[in-house]
């Protein structure tokens, strides 16, 4: 199993930001994507998922407006869109398959991407 | 919203010590928790689900314990490559928003 990420992005305050995650290994469509980022020297922060099999999408409230989830099955591949981007967006963003617990609604993330360096700077 | 906190927020300590972490929610959450491992520079590594299921791989030293709102992880005997930062992560609520505590550093 792996999830593959594209590369570094560097951009200006306003501008979009479009990460893609490249899933292989098994069945893209059994298990929701969430996304998490991690701003430099702080927690992880959690953004939304999204069901590669029908298409729906939950957010976070932070991001509610400004993230936008999409997947293409054919490729096996995740993107997460963030808009309007400001300085305080600059962190690594991770992709994670969200597998549940045996019999239960509980998920934990065993597999991640390697993560995105997202800088937005003038 | 359920708010999440760990402590400490970091500690120092020898290898072949003890090491406990402590991860508190503040809405029952049942055993919907999990403890990963971060280094700098990579993505979490899953250490512990369902509050005490080791993930397969992880050594025996990790354990971890608790329920609703009170949870432990322990390193029963530290070792070097321990040396990083793990968060607790909560699955119980839907839709999920702030589910990772804050991060205890541990350095040897």
């Known amino acids: 199993v792996q999830l593959v990420q594209s590369g570094a992005e560097v951009k200006k305050p306003g501008a979009s930001v479009k990460v893609s995650c490249k899933a292989s290994g098994y069945s893209f469509t059994g298990d929701f994507i969430h996304w998490v980022r991690q701003a430099p020297g702080q927690g992880l922060e959690w953004m939304g998922w999204i069901n590669p099999d029908r298409g729906d999408t939950n957010y976070g409230q932070k991001f509610q407006g400004r993230v936008t989830l999409t997947k293409d099955t054919s490729i096996s591949t995740a993107y997460m869109e963030l808009s309007r981007l400001t300085s305080d967006d600059t962190a690594v963003y991770f992709c994670a398959r969200a597998e549940f617990y045996s019999g239960s609604s509980g998920y934990y993330y065993h597999y991640w991407g390697q993560g995105t360096q997202v800088t937005v700077s003038s | 919203d359920i708010q999440m906190t760990q402590s400490p927020s970091s500690l120092s300590a020898s290898v072949g010590d003890r090491v406990t972490i402590t991860c508190r929610t503040s809405?029952?959450?049942?055993?919907?928790l999990n403890w990963y491992q971060q280094k700098p520079g990579k993505a979490p590594k899953l250490l512990i689900y369902a509050a005490s299921t080791l993930q397969s791989g992880v050594p025996s030293r990790f354990s971890g314990s608790g329920s609703g709102t009170d949870f432990t992880l322990t390193i029963s005997s530290l070792q070097p490559d321990d040396s990083a930062t793990y968060f607790c992560?909560?699955?119980?609520?839907?839709?999920?928003?702030?589910?990772f505590g804050p991060g205890t550093t541990v350095d040897i």
């Open positions: 809405r029952n959450i049942y055993n919907f």
């Open positions: 992560q909560e699955s119980y609520f839907s839709p999920p928003d702030d589910i």
